[in-house]
């Protein structure tokens, strides 16, 4: 079964600075898909990055970026110049199984001012 | 281009009833994924439809159903409600499914009493 790790169930961050939230998988895969979303509290689940297994670039979304260890079967997701409006629960997810999102138990982060 | 609608918003049903819960994609989506989220199991994959068919289908008892309209509008529906299925509900569309990005709407808060 595909599994998702989140290991960081909450996180805290200054506002401007930098935060990295850290996630693995498991797949028997070679080509997959992997997702960040976020989920503030009007839980809305929003899209924040994608990245394709097979291309080795790291994904980049203006101040989001990941660092994507497919060996390691790694995903971190990194919010540069943090803001409060990035409080939310982040859920890292990858694609299986066709178009099936196996989601992480998610890390709760808090910018503070 | 309008985002994910779903209908309702809240519900309140009391155990043994059934409920039908209604997704809009985004204009041009064909294909529909249904999500359950609750604290304890997290967000869950119900089942995929893409061109009025099942296309993938999570580990969840025959009482969960759901269909495809030809304009790619989906439901769910849930017969003989347990307390258990207490849950926000969370519908995603995607382009063609595999490898796009899928985005959410806003969820149906179902609470069964």
């Known amino acids: 079964a595909q599994t998702v790790t989140q290991s960081q169930p909450e996180m805290s961050v200054q506002e401007a600075e930098t935060v990295t939230l850290s996630c693995t998988y498991d797949?028997?895969?070679?080509?997959?898909?992997l997702f960040w979303y976020k989920q503030p509290p009007s839980r809305q689940m929003i899209l924040v990055i994608r990245?394709?297994?097979?291309?080795?670039q790291n994904a980049t979304e203006n101040r989001f970026s990941v660092n994507f260890q497919k060996a390691a079967k790694s995903f971190s997701l990194k919010i540069s110049d943090s803001q409060l409006g990035d409080t939310a629960m982040y859920f890292c997810?990858?694609?299986?199984?066709?178009?099936?999102?196996?989601f992480g138990e998610g890390t709760q982060l808090t910018v503070n001012p | 281009k309008a985002g994910v609608t779903q209908t309702p918003r809240y519900l309140i049903k009391t155990r043994g009833q059934q409920v039908t819960l209604s997704c809009s994609p985004i204009?041009?989506?064909?294909?529909v994924s249904w999500y359950q989220q609750t604290p304890g199991q997290g967000l869950q994959f119900l089942f995929e439809?893409?061109?009025?068919?099942?296309?993938n289908k999570g580990n969840f008892p025959g009482r969960f159903s759901g269909r495809q309209f030809s304009n790619s509008r989906s439901e769910m529906n849930v017969s003989t409600l347990e307390l258990g299925d207490s849950a926000l509900y969370l519908c995603?569309?995607?382009?063609?499914?595999?490898?796009?990005?899928?985005?959410f709407g806003p969820g149906t808060r179902l609470t069964v009493t």
């Open positions: 995603a569309s995607s382009l063609e499914g595999r490898g796009h990005e899928q985005y």
């Open positions: 797949t028997s895969e070679s080509n997959y898909y």
């Open positions: 990245q394709e297994a097979y291309k080795q």
């Open positions: 997810a990858q694609e299986t199984s066709g178009s099936r999102l196996t």
């Open positions: 204009s041009g989506h064909r294909s």
């Open positions: 439809y893409f061109s009025e068919t099942q296309r």
